[in-house]
């Protein structure tokens, strides 16, 4: 029973995160909006974050932009740099709400986060990115 439980929270985050990555997937020559470099490291209790997914998701749309949120992988060492699509890196200018999401690499714990719900699904986490280059960390904390 806790399996099927676990299978299925696996399974509406990651179409969550689906929707988030690709919901601004259009047709080729959609006009890109004005973009900042966003970069920075994430850490769990001050060790690097590594293969967690940072998402940032537009508060609000402007003209050039269609609320389309940008991500990225973690590296080693906790770093990361920010896509919008597959031609273009950084985020829309604004206030973005900010989700970061690890799941085990054992396929026996699939379905279970090893980020706090406060940093994903029930992210507290905010960013305000300007023109020109930002950087954000954060270091997360596991209680």
Not at 39 to 65: C, H, R, W
Not at 101 to 122: F, R, S, W
Request: hydrophobic residues 35%; proline residues 5%; glycine residues 6%.
């Amino acid at each position: 029973m806790l399996n099927v439980f676990i299978s299925k929270r696996f399974h509406a985050v990651y179409f969550a995160f689906l929707i988030l990555t690709v919901s601004g997937c259009g047709a080729e020559g959609e006009p890109i909006p004005d973009l900042a470099q966003v970069t920075g490291v994430v850490t769990m209790d001050g060790a690097p974050l590594s293969n967690a997914k940072i998402i940032f998701e537009p508060q609000q749309a402007t003209e050039k932009a269609r609320r389309r949120a940008s991500s990225a992988s973690t590296e080693t060492d906790g770093s990361y740099t920010l896509e919008y699509n597959s031609d273009a890196s950084g985020a829309t200018l604004g206030s973005h709400k900010v989700m970061i999401i690890k799941m085990p690499d054992d396929p026996e714990d699939a379905g279970m986060q090893l980020v706090p719900a406060k940093y994903n699904d029930k992210s507290e986490l905010t960013a305000e990115v300007k023109e020109g280059d930002n950087s954000f960390n954060f270091d997360l904390k596991s209680k």
